[in-house]
C-alpha cells in the first residue's frame, strides 16, 4: 500500500464527496442562512453601540455552527448507507479510513467556505473603525477549530445510522453538551467548573479571541476531533461485521 | 477460484448462511439459486469484504476474505443487489471515478473506460445523470463499472431483476460473452436464465446448501413424476370434458389428472407418480384408451421435467 496510490485514492473519494454537496442545494441553503444570521450578529454592535468588535459575533458563532455544521455532515454516511452506495463504496479496494478522510475533509471544505463568507464582516469593520487584527485572526482559527471538532462529531454521528435526522440531531446534542459546558462555572463548585471550562468550547474560544496562541487550547481541539473521528473509524470497521 | 469452506453468517440469533461449502472453478459460470432470503445476498456480500462471516472461510484467487480483504476486492467485480449508483453522477463521468479510485491511469484508463461503455453498450448514456437513466442503462452501467478494472472474478447480485424481456436477454448475452475469460458467481431467481447461461448451479435453500450441479443433472437426479399432455376435440366425450376427464382417472393409472377446458380443445395434463405400477411410458395406453373411446386425438406428448420443478421440490 504505497502512499502516493492511496493518496490518489483519497483524492477521487474526496471530490466526489465535494460534488455531492455542490450538486444539491442543501449547503448553498445553510450557508446562505448561516451568513445572514451572522450578519446581524455583526452588524448589531456596530450601530447599536457604535463599536467595532468582533465579540458578539465570536461567542455567538458557535451556537450557530451547533445547527449548521451537523446539517451539512449529516448526509456523509448517512445518505450512503440509506441508497445502498456504502455498499458500492467498501468493496472497492478502498482502506475504511480513506472514505472517513474524504469525507471529513469534504465536510471540512464546506465549513471553511461558509467561514470565509463571513469573512467579509470584519473586512467592513477593517475599514470603518480600528479593531485588534491580532484578536480578529486569533478568533477566526478558534472558530474554524471549534468547527473542525463539531465536523467531526459530524461525520461519526452520520456514520452511526441510515437516518440523517437522527444524525442531525446526535451531532447537535453531543455539540451542545461542549458548548454548553463552557456556560456553566457560574453555577459549579470550582472542581467542577474547572473540568467544565476545560471540556467546553469556550474558555479555549476565548483565550483564542484574545489573540492568545497556547499549544493546550490547539491540544484540546485535536483531541476532541480525533477522539471522534477515531470513533468513526471503529464504527466502520464494525460495520462489516454486521450490517 | 473461489472456494468456500463452512461459510456461516449469524446475525443476533439468526443464522443467514450456515456451514456452506463449495467451489467455483477458473472460467466457470456458476448460477446461485435459491428463494427470496435463502441467504444468496449475504454470502455475495461476504464474498465480496462487505460484511465479514461469523465463522468459515472463504479464498478468492487465493486471497482470505477476512485477512486480504483488500487483495480480494482489487481483484473481483462486484454488482451488489439493486445495484446501487450515484444518481446526481454522469454515467461516463462515474465511470471515470471508479477509474480514479481503482488507480488506473494514464492510456490503460481511457482503453478501460472506453471498451466497456463498448461492451455494455453505454454510448449513449455517457452524458446523462445515472438519476435520468432507464432501468437497462443502469444495470449496464453497473456492470461496465463492475468489470471496468478487468477482473478475474465477477460476483453479480441479480443483474437482471426488474428488467424486461429483451434486456434480460441483452445481459444474458454479455455474461455469455465473458465466459471465455471469467470466473462468474451470478445469483438470480430467473430459472430459464440459470439453463441458459451456467456451467453449474448452487441451489441455497435457508441458507444451507440443497444442492449442486450442472442445470440438466440436477434434473435427472430431480427425475420425479412422468407427465404427459393429452388434448382431445371438444365433444369427444358425450358427457362432456368432466366426463372425460372421469374416464382418464379410471382407466389411464395417472396419479393426478387435470383439465382445462380451452374452447377450441380439451386440455389434460396427466400425471404418473415413478412407481412400478404405473408404465414406463403411458403414453401408448393413451393412445389406445382414446382409440377404444372413439375421441379425437389432437395431441399426445410427454412432458419434460422442468428445472423449476426441480428447485420447488428442493426449497419447499
Not at chain 2, 413424476?225 to 358427457?239: D, F, H, I, N, Y
Amino acid at each position: 500500500m504505497n502512499a502516493r496510490a492511496s493518496y490518489l485514492r483519497t483524492k477521487a473519494l474526496y471530490l466526489r464527496e465535494l460534488r455531492g454537496y455542490f450538486d444539491t442545494p442543501a449547503a448553498y441553503v445553510v450557508a446562505i442562512v448561516n451568513l445572514l444570521l451572522s450578519g446581524y450578529l455583526f452588524a448589531s454592535p456596530l450601530f447599536l453601540q457604535n463599536r467595532a468588535v468582533l465579540d458578539s459575533f465570536t461567542s455567538a458563532a458557535p451556537l450557530l455552527f451547533l445547527f449548521f455544521i451537523p446539517a451539512v455532515t449529516m448526509r456523509l454516511y448517512s445518505e450512503e448507507l440509506k441508497s445502498g452506495t456504502y455498499e458500492l463504496l467498501a468493496t472497492l479496494p478502498v482502506l475504511d479510513e480513506e472514505i472517513l478522510a474524504a469525507k471529513y475533509l469534504a465536510a471540512l471544505t464546506v465549513f471553511t467556505f461558509m467561514l470565509a463568507g463571513t469573512l467579509l464582516y470584519p473586512v467592513t469593520l477593517f475599514a470603518l473603525g480600528r479593531p485588534d487584527w491580532g484578536a480578529a485572526a486569533g478568533a477566526y482559527a478558534g472558530l474554524w477549530l471549534t468547527g473542525a471538532c463539531l465536523a467531526a462529531i459530524g461525520v461519526w454521528a452520520s456514520s452511526l445510522t441510515r437516518n440523517q435526522v437522527v444524525a442531525f440531531i446526535i451531532a447537535f446534542l453531543i455539540g451542545f453538551v461542549l458548548f454548553a459546558a463552557g456556560k456553566v462555572h457560574d453555577f459549579m463548585p470550582p472542581g467542577a467548573a474547572a473540568l467544565a471550562d476545560f471540556l467546553g468550547f469556550d474558555s479555549h474560544l476565548n483565550r483564542l479571541a484574545r489573540g492568545v496562541l497556547d499549544t493546550r487550547d490547539l491540544a484540546y481541539y485535536a483531541s476532541v476531533a480525533g477522539y471522534f473521528l477515531y470513533l468513526a473509524a471503529l464504527d466502520a470497521r464494525t460495520r462489516r461485521l454486521t450490517p | 477460484m473461489i472456494t468456500l469452506k463452512g461459510l456461516t453468517k449469524r446475525f443476533g440469533d439468526v443464522s443467514a448462511v450456515s456451514e456452506l461449502s463449495f467451489e467455483v472453478q477458473p472460467r466457470e459460470v456458476v448460477g446461485f439459486l435459491g428463494p427470496n432470503g435463502a441467504g444468496k445476498t449475504t454470502t455475495l456480500r461476504m464474498l465480496a469484504g462487505f460484511l465479514a462471516p461469523t465463522s468459515g472461510t472463504a479464498e478468492l484467487a487465493g486471497f482470505d476474505v477476512r485477512r486480504d480483504s483488500l487483495e480480494v476486492r482489487r481483484r473481483i467485480g462486484y454488482l451488489p443487489e439493486n445495484n446501487p449508483l450515484y444518481e446526481e453522477m454522469d454515467a461516463g463521468e462515474y465511470l471515470e471515478w471508479i477509474a480514479d479510485v481503482r488507480g488506473l491511469s494514464g492510456p490503460a484508463r481511457s482503453a478501460r473506460i472506453r471498451s466497456g461503455v463498448e461492451a455494455c453498450g453505454l454510448g449513449e448514456a455517457v452524458a446523462k445523470p445515472i438519476g435520468l437513466l432507464s432501468k437497462g442503462f443502469r444495470q449496464r452501467l453497473g456492470l461496465a463499472a463492475a468489470m471496468l478494472h478487468d477482473p478475474d472474478i465477477l460476483l453479480l447480485d441479480e443483474p437482471t431483476s426488474g428488467l424486461d424481456p429483451n434486456k434480460t436477454r441483452e445481459v444474458r448475452d454479455l455474461i455469455l460473452r465473458l465466459k471465455e475469460a471469467k470466473t462468474v458467481l451470478i445469483s438470480t431467481h430467473i430459472l430459464p436464465e440459470v439453463e441458459a447461461v451456467c456451467d453449474r448451479a448452487v441451489i441455497l435453500h435457508k441458507g444451507r446448501l440443497a444442492a449442486v450441479g450442472a442445470p440438466r443433472e440436477l434434473l435427472r437426479q430431480a427425475g420425479g413424476a412422468a407427465r404427459v399432455r393429452l388434448c382431445l376435440k371438444p365433444g369427444s366425450e358425450p358427457g362432456g370434458i368432466g366426463a372425460a376427464r372421469a374416464v382418464l382417472e379410471a382407466e389411464a393409472g395417472a396419479s393426478g389428472v387435470e383439465a382445462v377446458d380451452a374452447r377450441e380443445q380439451w386440455e389434460f395434463t396427466l400425471e404418473f407418480a415413478p412407481d412400478a405400477a404405473a408404465p414406463a411410458d403411458p403414453r401408448e395406453a393413451l393412445f389406445r384408451l382414446s382409440v377404444g373411446r372413439g375421441w379425437t386425438l389432437l395431441e399426445l406428448r410427454r412432458l419434460e421435467a422442468t428445472f423449476e420443478s426441480v428447485f420447488r421440490e428442493l426449497t419447499l
